[in-house]
């Protein structure tokens, strides 16, 4: 690997705001179609997993576009996009439970802003492996394994949550 060129990284760094605003339609989508396959990757209630579950989604979505469009056959990006898609599970609980648990409330820009931040670490993630130098390949099935976990925790957790904090509606 070379490195990434600058066409690539604007892609990428415009993928905040596309992702961002992919999350903002997921969180509605379903609410207002009522289309049982929107429920796949849109909220289907207010509990703090459904919120993890759109932005994860946008990203991955937006990563497919990314990858057809740029990144072919480039197992640094893949790497690095599983890197992000794994942050956002992490980083948004920990972001949420963080302050309300301070705070005593939930805040409303506080949680588009988390949004917003989840969208960046993973496409931060994704930047920082397709312009490193080094040569991630040897991570792909542990990559794209990984993001198939993901997608089937989220499916079968949306239909059939556990009895955990995170999936109950507040």
């Not at 209630?45 to 459904?50: K, L, R, T």
Request: a neutral charge; aromatic letters at 22%; glycine letters at 8%.
């Amino acid at each position: 690997m070379t490195g990434c060129t600058a066409r690539q990284r604007k892609l990428i760094l415009w993928g905040i705001g596309v992702l961002f605003g992919l999350t903002a339609l997921f969180h509605y989508l379903y609410d207002w179609t009522g289309v049982f396959l929107f429920s796949f990757f849109s909220a289907v209630n207010e509990s703090v997993w459904e919120h993890v579950k759109i932005t994860f989604y946008a990203a991955l979505f937006y990563g497919i576009f990314e990858y057809y469009r740029e990144f072919q056959h480039n197992w640094n990006f893949v790497f690095g996009k599983a890197m992000g898609l794994i942050m956002i599970p992490l980083f948004i609980p920990f972001v949420y439970y963080g302050y309300t648990t301070f705070t005593g409330r939930h805040i409303l820009w506080v949680d588009i802003l988390t949004a917003l931040l989840a969208g960046a670490l993973c496409q931060g993630f994704t930047l920082l492996a397709v312009c490193d130098g080094r040569d991630y390949a040897r991570f792909k099935y542990l990559s794209l394994g990984a993001v198939a976990m993901l997608v089937l925790l989220f499916t079968l957790f949306t239909y059939y949550p556990p009895d955990f904090a995170v999936f109950a509606v507040p």
